[in-house]
């Protein structure tokens, strides 16, 4: 019995402790997370700022108070904003930022909040925006020459322009600014659609003639290839008659060779087979055979 | 004998509540018991196949290497809060996020001979051409510590940096490489580009592709960029008709030299034929004259002019010439009826009279 309540004096008191610790630990303890800041202020002055992620250790309420600051980068877009470049052209640009809380004192002192962070981002922007881009030509941002695009030069003199004073001031980190959009002023769309549409008439008119050139290129190239062939067979031909003719004659000379007087002869009878036809008149002397028949030996 | 104390006014006036206390302590302790376990257990977690985690201790990651950080599927035993604090990232899952911010937007309809840039998206490439464009970015996490942790929010860093290389990109191409052969190129550049630029702002995420849903000139040019379209289609037609006419004509012309060349091969060889023939019947003549001339003088002779006789329209007999006169018979042909034209006869050889042959 007694060692019932002697083991329950030791809970009871193993628990209040527990919750007293607990409370005391409530009470001193900061848990900063990884992408997060806390500013510890004593009695509404800001005394530290913590942003190694762990426990951190600050006195009980109301002495000490602690503001979670986000670490985390952040986004802003500036406005769109016009501007003259170098060479007198009005251009309409907008940036946009990647910001992150650098120096939490600083920021909690200057700024205090992220919703005021991006207006002072805002007119750092802009400034720096139309100083830079005022001594550069319109073709250093658009262009189709590489040579004169420049735009990383132009992001980096941005970044040089903003990111320190933005540091010391207001202690934001400024990682990155990059164009986010490069537009014409809207009575210079006007101007550049009349060009576009010049420069599509002017495409229409090359496509045509170029097609019209080429195919008439493809087809000259296919007469010429055809009369070629044609005059390659024709010779072709020529040759085998030739040859042919050559052949047959010498043929008909060898026969000739071996008794020209009875190849004669036979030719004549030959031609004479082909010329005379159901439309010719022959006209023979009385004393040819065969007529001659009919005739004595002596009136012969 | 020791006297007992009186209780205190501070142990009168709490008795009644550590009463209460009391009380519930004996009806609770072992609840008490049974949530403090649960709550030691709490630390433990299930991550999901597609899931990967990391643990904070006091707010710090554990680990150091990326590789000793991740824990993947299966149990993942933590300490309850707040000492450790379990965050779950889907790092296989693709999510997917249409940019439009350089396009006309439906309630904006971009009509006229103008836009106005605040109300309606486009981009100039870079012989300065307006021209609208939309994508839809594939992404995933790849860093779950920069991504929980440091990075701004994806949607966010997502458009701005698609949007920021678009915008680099087109800048530096002209408008008909951009709108023919050239998206394949502006996608490369403008994937890169925007993941450079996610890889800068620490934002943990990869881009799995970059999907172009729109890329057009503005309406008001449409039907000047479709006249282009139809030159270059004419002038393509034009380009195929020749070819195909090329393409009939060349083998057609093969076709007929070969042929030629067919015909006068078949020709010489059927003059080759008749020639050889000819002269084999000659031999086998000359053959027989060799052996009795003046028979088959006689019999060819004779075989000729009757068939020539049989053949003539008429005959004339005329008595002999005298000496002087033309001792050679003449084969007189008359005008073709159908007044074709007949080679002039030649004049054939008299024949020798057989009797008067020795």
Do not use: C
């Amino acid at each position: 019995m007694a060692d019932e309540v002697t083991a329950q004096r030791w809970l009871r008191a193993i628990t209040g402790s527990a919750a007293l610790l607990a409370i005391a630990f409530s009470a001193t303890a900061l848990v900063v997370h990884e992408g997060q800041a806390v500013l510890v202020t004593r009695f509404g002055r800001p005394v530290r700022a913590d942003s190694a992620p762990g426990l951190h250790w600050k006195l009980p309420w109301p002495i000490d108070q602690a503001i979670w600051l986000d670490l985390r980068r952040r986004v802003y877009e500036g406005g769109h904003t016009e501007m003259l470049t170098r060479d007198k052209k009005n251009v309409i640009v907008r940036t946009f930022v990647v910001w992150r809380v650098g120096d939490p004192l600083a920021f909690a002192q200057s700024i205090g909040s992220e919703g005021d962070a991006e207006g002072k981002l805002d007119g750092l922007l802009t400034n720096a925006a139309i100083g830079t881009l005022g001594e550069h030509d319109l073709s250093a941002i658009v262009s189709t020459n590489p040579e004169d695009l420049q735009v990383d030069r132009i992001e980096q003199e941005l970044l040089a322009a903003t990111a320190p004073v933005a540091r010391s001031s207001y202690g934001v980190e400024i990682e990155q600014i990059r164009f986010e959009r490069i537009a014409l002023p809207e009575e210079n769309v006007r101007a550049v659609f009349d060009q576009m549409r010049a420069e599509r008439r002017q495409y229409a008119a090359k496509f045509r003639a170029e097609g019209e050139r080429e195919a008439s290129r493809i087809r000259s190239e296919a007469e010429l290839e055809a009369a070629r062939i044609r005059a390659t067979g024709a010779e072709q031909e020529a040759r085998i008659r030739g040859q042919s003719a050559a052949e047959v004659a010498k043929v008909y000379a060898d026969a000739h060779r071996i008794d020209p007087e009875l190849y004669r002869f036979t030719r004549s009878l030959d031609s004479l087979d082909k010329l005379v036809t159901d439309q010719t008149t022959l006209i023979l002397r009385t004393d040819a055979e065969p007529f001659s028949l009919l005739q004595t030996r002596e009136t012969r | 004998m020791t006297r007992r104390r009186a209780p205190s006014e501070l142990a009168r006036l709490g008795a009644p509540l550590a009463r209460v206390l009391d009380g519930a302590w004996r009806r609770t302790h072992w609840w008490l018991a049974l949530l403090a376990l649960l709550y030691a257990a709490s630390g433990i977690t299930v991550i999901r196949p597609d899931e990967i985690a990391v643990v904070l201790r006091w707010g710090r990651l554990v680990g150091d290497a990326a590789g000793t950080q991740i824990h993947g599927p299966g149990l993942l035993f933590a300490l309850p809060r707040p000492v450790d604090q379990v965050v779950r990232v889907k790092t296989k899952y693709v999510w997917e996020l249409p940019i439009e911010s350089l396009s006309e937007s439906p309630q904006h309809p971009a009509y006229g001979d103008t836009l106005d840039p605040l109300l309606v998206g486009y981009a100039l490439t870079g012989d300065q051409n307006v021209v609208h464009v939309s994508v839809k970015a594939s992404y995933r996490v790849r860093d779950p510590a920069d991504w929980a942790f440091y990075g701004p929010k994806s949607d966010e860093i997502l458009r701005v940096e698609v949007d920021a290389a678009m915008v680099r990109s087109l800048g530096e191409m002209g408008v008909d490489h951009v709108l023919s052969d050239g998206r394949k190129l502006l996608i490369a550049e403008a994937t890169r580009r925007a993941q450079e630029g996610l890889d800068a702002a620490h934002s943990g995420l990869a881009l799995v592709s970059l999907e172009l849903i729109g890329l057009r000139p503005p309406s008001a040019l449409a039907d000047d960029f479709d006249a282009v379209q139809s030159a270059f289609i004419e002038s393509e037609t034009k380009r195929k008709n020749a070819q195909a006419y090329a393409q009939d004509v060349v083998p057609r012309a093969h076709a007929s030299a070969d042929a030629a060349v067919q015909v006068a091969r078949a020709d010489a060889a059927a003059a080759g034929a008749l020639a050889n023939g000819e002269t084999s019947a000659f031999l086998a003549l000359h053959r027989e004259y060799s052996h009795n001339p003046a028979v088959v003088r006689e019999r060819l002779y004779r075989d000729g002019v009757e068939k020539a006789l049989g053949l003539a329209q008429a005959v004339r007999w005329i008595p002999p010439a005298s000496k002087s006169q033309g001792q050679h018979i003449r084969v007189m042909v008359a005008p073709d009826p159908a007044g074709g034209r007949r080679p002039p006869s030649p004049p054939v050889p008299p024949p020798q009279n057989p009797e008067e042959d020795p």
